[in-house]
């Protein structure tokens, strides 16, 4: 409501695709995580999944708790890839594939697997799940990594890193 | 353990998957350029992806324990299963941060990023899964050595 009462001009400014596009998505992403939570009373994030599957190659404990979840884990992840590339088929009509520079892929993700982990969540644990069910936890951890990789992003395009 | 389960429950996680990984890409959260667009507040549309998806789960987490008695498929309640709140929520969610900023990928982008056929974010999951098993071991270290330590009291 309060977007369609702002000028046209600063909406255009400030989203350049529109938001049907983001708010649809959005809607679709808790939409797939309330009908697990609905059928199973399991909240499901997606990096757990990194630290789930390593149980499979990795004796250590920190793995071996989550045994009991992996496989469930492992179906959700291929039926992320699969809503994905349903998407593809039907709206993009092709892959897509990132200009993003490899070496800021590696290493970015290097530290999004220590982090997601050590704080206990990601965009979709903390993010979607923790900011839905009102988590101090989540929300202090959604604007702890919003605020800091806002930062990041802007340094590493400051010093004229593109894409 | 997976004998107890209900014929339904992977079939559902199947379905709550492909609809969350649809979503992902739809929200064009599955390309690392409009993630990086946000956070240099080119384009501020994940706002509402983010939104739009905690209002989702907003509704039905507050709606769900009190109309309904336990899942179907498990039998569990629906309590709210919060995560207790220490100093590594602030330290993980930093590294998070730096990781997120650096690249424009998080976890489920980056399994819905393949989907859309983006192969070059397999750079992306290298690194998330190698940045998992070094915190793992890292971590089962330090325990490890405490309870050395504590043994030896």
């Known amino acids: ?60 404990s920190r793995f071996q708790q989550y045994v009991s979840s992996r496989d469930w884990r492992v179906v959700f992840t291929l039926g992320i890839i699969l809503g994905a590339a349903v998407y593809a088929v039907v709206y993009q009509g092709g892959a897509w594939t990132t200009d993003v520079q490899p070496w800021r892929l590696l290493l970015g993700g290097l530290f999004v697997g220590i982090g997601t982990r050590v704080g206990k969540g990601c ?4 993010g979607v799940c923790g900011v839905g069910s009102a988590s101090k936890t989540s929300i202090i951890g959604v604007l702890t990594f919003l605020a800091v990789a806002i930062i990041t992003a802007q340094l590493v395009s400051a010093l004229g890193v593109s894409p | 353990m997976s004998d107890d389960r209900h014929p339904a429950f992977m079939p559902l996680i199947l379905v709550g998957g492909l609809v969350f990984g649809f979503g992902l890409a739809y929200s064009h ?16 549309g994940l706002v509402f992806v ?6 989702v789960t907003g509704v039905t987490f507050f709606l769900a324990p009190r109309l309904l ?76 050595r405490e309870t050395a330590a504590t043994g030896a009291d």
């Open chain 1, 1 to 60: 409501m309060v977007i369609e009462a702002l000028p046209l001009q600063v909406t255009a400014e400030l989203f350049p695709n529109g938001i049907s596009r983001y708010a649809v998505g959005g809607l679709l992403v808790g939409l797939g995580t309330v009908v697990i939570y609905l059928g199973t009373g399991i909240s499901a994030g997606a990096s757990t999944f990194l630290e789930s599957t390593l149980s499979y190659v990795s004796e250590r």
């Open chain 1, 123 to 126: 965009t979709s644990g903390h």
């Open chain 2, 29 to 44: 959260m599955a390309r690392p350029e409009v993630v990086l667009d946000f956070l240099q507040f080119e384009d501020f």
């Open chain 2, 50 to 55: 983010m939104f739009g998806g905690a209002a």
């Open chain 2, 69 to 144: 008695s336990r899942a179907p498929l498990t039998g569990d309640t629906f309590e709210r299963r919060l995560k207790s709140f220490d100093r590594n929520v602030l330290i993980g969610g930093a590294i998070f941060g730096v990781g997120w900023g650096l690249s424009g990928i998080c976890p489920g982008a980056a399994y819905a990023s393949l989907g859309i056929g983006n192969v070059t974010i397999l750079w992306a999951l290298a690194g998330m899964f190698i940045g998992a098993y070094l915190q793992g071991y890292w971590r089962t270290r330090s325990e490890t």
